[in-house]
């Protein structure tokens, strides 16, 4: 007899091993590599982690060395050429974790070595970096994503649903709160923090949720901010920031949504985050709060520190399922298997002669498109732009969109004279 034909393959790479790989791209490897992935038109498709770029190598070769067999083991590339070394090895799609402000550069590389791409969010920072990538993906004939993992939230997609059926008509405005703990800007993210916001690094979710859910025009942005604790009080790294976007409608009438976002939460509040959101319409109301729909628990001697009393179970979760096994999921570990899904399905969802027809409609999927991440993109540059200014004196300037100056164009309280931060078209 003769032995069955190894299943296809597909080499993945990673770029960064932090706090976001444990949670996610770690548990999705751990699983992909023991139960393989299924669709119909691809059968069973075996996903590896072959190779890891960082900086240090340091977390990657402990994870190696502590638990590496639960992944098939991987090439670890540190130092300064690392995610050169990393896509010289063929890999088939790769994911970009780092920091934000790294992101633009690993993508680069990623798709000019023709490789598929997710990146997490914000896919860059300003629009004229997301132009560059989003020409590289179509010239090598692959797709760029970008990981929102919020789209995913059962209750965001409820919230999606309702609005798409025309069930809630019409938003009229909104309020977005999430609040981070010390730890995270203290800590955690400590080595990469200093010159940078809370709102980039989190607002991004609820931009895009805004975005997809709602659709419209973005018109205009604002945006103020606290400093003082995690940097110095006239620096340009920031514990809060407050920002308002105005989109219009094919309606004529206009929406504004204020997004809050802090990473200087104390270490002891009850929950790992605190999310809030409220969408008011023509003809209802949405509220949603991640504490409030979930658990609480309180253990001696551990919560609410090295465990938390209320627990988001539906982002990331380690459970026993019943028939024994130990397993971690969620929606935070779904959206890299959906794209997962989605590079199989190009590359071996059918003959070669419908690759690209199966390319296109991956490129179609606007919840994690990079081409479909103009406005949000377009937000997150006039919030850095506008913080920037703050911080040399000049609080309070306005950004507008796609006005007769330019695609985005910042305007100072008092003066008459515009700076075109992206002059084409949003």
């Known amino acids: 007899m003769s032995s069955a034909a190894p299943l296809p393959r597909l080499k993945a790479g990673l770029v960064g091993f932090g706090m976001i790989v444990d949670e996610t791209y770690r548990p999705f490897f751990e699983s992909v590599h023991e139960t393989g992935l299924y669709q119909r038109a691809t059968g069973p498709v075996e996903i590896s982690l072959a190779a890891v770029a960082t900086r240090t190598g340091s977390r990657a070769e402990k994870y190696l060395a502590d638990r590496g067999e639960k992944v098939g083991g991987f090439q670890s590339f540190a130092g300064e050429d690392a995610i050169e070394q990393m896509v010289a090895s063929r890999l088939d799609f790769a994911c970009v974790a780092s920091p934000d402000d790294r992101h633009f550069d690993s993508c680069k590389k990623v798709l000019e070595s023709g490789t598929h791409l997710i990146v997490e969010k914000p896919s860059v920072l300003k629009l004229q970096e997301l132009d560059e990538l989003v020409a590289l993906a179509e010239k090598n004939n692959v797709v760029a994503k970008v990981v929102y993992h919020k789209l995913l939230d059962p209750d965001h997609k409820k919230l999606r649903t309702l609005v798409y059926d025309d ?11 999430l609040l ?17 916001n809370p709102g980039t690094y989190v607002a991004v979710h609820y931009i895009k949720l805004i975005d997809f859910t709602f659709g419209g025009k973005l018109k205009t942005i604002t945006a103020s901010g606290q400093r003082g604790l995690v940097g110095d009080k006239d620096g340009p790294t920031w514990d ?16 504004a949504f204020d997004i809050h976002t802090s990473w200087v939460t104390p270490d002891n509040f009850p929950g790992y985050v605190e999310q809030e959101v409220q969408f008011r319409f023509d003809n209802g109301l949405w509220n949603g709060h991640s504490r409030k729909r979930g658990v609480e628990c309180t253990v001696e001697d551990k919560t609410p520190f090295t465990l938390k009393n209320s627990m988001n179970n539906h982002y990331n979760g380690t459970f026993v399922e019943p028939w024994g096994a130990r397993s971690q999921r969620g929606y935070g570990i779904e959206v890299i298997e959906r794209f997962a899904r989605e590079v199989a399905m190009i590359e071996l969802g059918g003959p070669e002669s419908e690759r690209q027809q199966r390319l296109e409609e991956a490129r179609s999927l606007s919840y994690n498109d990079l081409s479909a991440d103009r406005q949000t993109v377009a937000a997150v540059q006039a919030l850095e732009a506008i913080l920037e200014k703050h911080v040399q004196g000049e609080p309070d300037c306005v950004v507008r969109v796609n006005d007769e100056q330019g695609g985005l164009v910042l305007y100072r309280p008092g003066s008459s004279e515009a700076e075109v931060l992206y002059e084409g078209t949003v």
């Not at 981070?180 to 940078?196: H, L, N």
């Not at 809060?240 to 929406?255: F, N, T």
């Open 180 to 196: 981070e703990p010390k730890s995270i800007s203290g800590s955690q993210f400590a080595q990469w923090i200093t010159g940078r």
């Open 167 to 177: 069930v809630l008509q019409h938003v009229n405005n909104g309020y977005c709160s």
């Open 240 to 255: 809060s920031c407050q920002m308002k976007m105005v989109y219009e409608y094919d309606s004529g009438r206009e929406a």
